[in-house]
């Protein structure tokens, strides 16, 4: 059974830090290009950033430039998402979803494009 399992989510304070990771069962990160998508009550599904399978990383949300960075250890066949100075708006459900191509681009913006998706993981940021 293909899977995706994300980890990591929680209750943070304004201003701190999470690391979530995304890792595999059934088949093997190395393949894919990864990307991690966030769902805030209300709002569309926003792609959040993308790291291809060679390490390239893209950016598809403006606002977490500068706090968000992605990154894959293959040998642990995981990908993490760093987040740093977490605001309230960052508040939402994260998931991790794997594509078949190489690359990241405008075909896996809004993660309609995406193979293979995980359950997500809750983010609150609150005070």
């Known amino acids: 059974q293909l899977q995706l399992v994300e980890s990591g989510g929680g209750l943070v304070q304004p201003g701190g830090s999470l690391r979530l990771s995304c890792t595999s069962s059934g088949f093997t990160l190395d393949y894919y290009a990864i990307g991690w998508y966030r769902h805030a009550p209300g709002k569309e599904r926003e792609g959040v950033l993308c790291i291809s399978r060679s390490g390239a990383s893209t950016n598809y949300a403006d606002s977490v430039k500068g706090r968000f960075t992605i990154s894959r250890d293959n040998a642990k066949n995981t990908v993490y998402l760093q987040m740093n100075s977490l605001k309230p708006e960052d508040t939402g459900v994260y998931y991790c979803?794997?594509?078949?191509?190489?690359?990241?681009?405008?075909?896996?913006?809004?993660?309609?494009?995406?193979?293979?998706w995980g359950k997500g993981t809750l983010v609150t940021v609150s005070s």
């Open positions: 979803a794997a594509g078949h191509g190489s690359l990241c681009g405008r075909h896996y913006y809004t993660g309609d494009g995406m193979d293979y």
